[in-house]
């Protein structure tokens, strides 16, 4: 009997005489292509694409929202779970803290598992997150509120790479920034909502069982929303189109899994200059952004009050919250512009010296 195969060395060659079919089939489509061929390289846009899209938007809002429904309303959480202001700031510094650290793995789920388990995944995690949470209304259930939050904040790590594989999977060559766009949209939209919603849903009020009981509101709607999404995350969501919509996503589906390695992209990246410029660069301007959301309203407050007979009057949170809603809607324009022009004119270097140019100068304003 001989020796057993070395399963690397199968992998290679399955790898290779593919990679020779492939190159057949090409010569054979610029040639004298058949039906085989033909059937291979057909593509076509689905109108599902939309929906797709649309529902990825709408659980990436209800888990982007409460990124921010602690923060803002800082002063309010503090007296209601007897903690201190940083405390609080943890419940939105955890969304950032949680990333860092499963991004890789869950990249390589993506990967190897396709978008609707990581679809379900992202909606599972954020539904057990809200329900959590609901059981958290009272001042000695803080623990179990910060459980909550992370999470949500697990959750998110499951959407945030997700826009960029939609929009490849599901949308043509000349739409893939747009749709990119909306998914990111979707979770500006959410920032926006959680800068507004909770002020008006959690008055500052001195009673504690009524404070309860606004929190518990609020909570309540959130997981509803939640739930409802999970649900039709779970009927709806489809992993692919039965045809690829353009020519590098019908050429990649002719590529098998074993010639992909995860690890090997990772290292080319971190060996790609540009995208290390790039990763930086966005690092710095997000890390602003997320840094005045988390601290908006201890900003607000302490520095403009409105006072009368020297205490605070209560309603600044609603400001803070409006202030913080400008911010985002201004940037949801922004990127749903940017996403329709980077479309067209395929300018994307011009566009990001833009943004860090005009990132720099809005600070002295």
């Given amino acids: ?56 938007s709408s659980y990436s809002l209800c888990n982007s929202y409460q990124w921010i429904q602690y923060g803002i309303i800082n002063n309010i959480f503090m007296k209601f779970y007897n903690v201190d202001s940083f405390t609080i700031d943890w419940m939105s510094m955890i969304y950032m803290l949680t990333y860092i650290p499963l991004i890789f793995p869950v990249t390589w789920l993506l990967d190897k598992k396709g978008l609707r388990v990581v679809a379900l995944a992202a909606t599972a995690l954020n539904c057990a997150g809200t329900w959590i949470k609901v059981a958290s209304a009272r001042p000695d259930l803080f623990p179990v509120t910060f459980l909550g939050q992370v999470t949500c904040s697990i959750a998110q790590v499951f959407i945030l790479g997700m ?76 992993e692919r189109p039965a045809l690829p919509p353009s020519q590098s996503q019908a050429a990649a589906r002719l590529i098998p899994t074993e010639c992909y390695s995860y690890s090997s992209s990772i290292l080319r990246l971190l060996r790609n200059t540009p995208f290390i410029l790039l990763l930086i660069s966005y690092g710095l301007n997000v890390g602003c952004f997320y840094a005045v959301g988390t601290l908006l309203n201890q900003m607000i407050i302490k520095h403009y009050p409105i006072t009368l007979n020297l205490l605070v009057f209560q309603g600044e949170e609603v400001n803070a919250g409006r202030i913080g809603l400008t911010i985002v809607i201004a940037g949801m324009v922004g990127s749903l512009i940017c996403g329709i022009w980077l479309d067209r004119t395929k300018t994307y270097n011009c566009q990001d010296n833009g943004n860090l140019v005009t990132s720099d100068l809005s600070p002295g304003f």
């Avoid at 399963?7 to 089939?25: G, P, R, V, W, Y």
């Avoid at 929009?167 to 979707?186: D, L, R």
């Avoid at 309860?212 to 969501?237: D, E, R, S």
């Fill in 1 to 56: 009997m001989g020796e057993p195969r070395n399963s690397d060395s199968e992998a290679n060659e399955k790898c290779f005489s593919n990679s020779e079919a492939q190159n057949e089939s090409r010569v054979q489509v610029f040639s004298e292509p058949s039906v085989a061929s033909r059937d291979q390289m057909e593509t076509h846009l689905y109108k599902r694409r939309w929906l797709i899209v649309f529902l990825f």
């Fill in 163 to 238: 826009p960029s594989r939609i929009a490849s999977v599901w949308f043509g060559s000349n739409e893939v920034s747009t749709a990119c766009s909306i998914g990111v949209f979707g979770n500006q939209l959410g920032i926006a909502i959680g800068f507004l919603v909770p002020p008006i849903l959690v008055p500052n009020v001195e009673d504690m069982d009524e404070l309860a009981n606004h929190i518990q509101v609020m909570f309540y709607i959130t997981a509803g929303v939640a739930t409802f999404l999970f649900i039709l995350v779970l009927i709806v969501f489809q």
